[in-house]
């Protein structure tokens, strides 16, 4: 069983800045990838940034130059520095792990993010 918080979400004005932590119960070492994901109301959950266990990142063009994803293995914990947000990036925001060895992933809780005009 892998446990992951998140925490770290909130409300800010547009254009503002959001840290995310998300702290694994196991090494994040003993993981392939690692992942945040968000779903906004009515609609689907989708991919907003992972990082593999060699640090390679990638993103999606919606979030790209504005999202940094990076990992702290000693606290093995995964961060998401949110930059220039808007109000499309509202949504509740949830980690992922993907740990080698199994085909199981696991997810936080979610973390709210709000995002005004």
């Known amino acids: 069983q892998v446990q992951l918080v998140e925490s770290g979400g909130g409300s800010v004005q547009a254009g503002g800045s959001l840290r995310l932590s998300c702290e694994s119960s196991?090494?994040?070492?003993?993981?392939?990838?690692m992942g945040w994901h968000r779903q906004a109301p009515g609609k689907q959950r989708e991919l907003v940034a992972t990082i593999t266990v060699n640090g390679a990142t990638s993103y999606p063009d919606f979030v790209k130059g504005r999202f940094t994803i990076s990992r702290d293995n000693a606290k093995n914990t995964v961060y998401l520095q949110m930059n220039s947000l808007k109000p499309e990036d509202t949504a509740v925001y949830y980690c992922?792990?993907?740990?080698?060895?199994?085909?199981?992933?696991?997810w936080g809780q979610g973390t709210q993010v709000t995002v005004s005009s």
């Open positions: 992922n792990a993907a740990p080698w060895g199994t085909v199981r992933d696991y």
């Open positions: 196991r090494s994040i070492g003993s993981m392939r990838t």
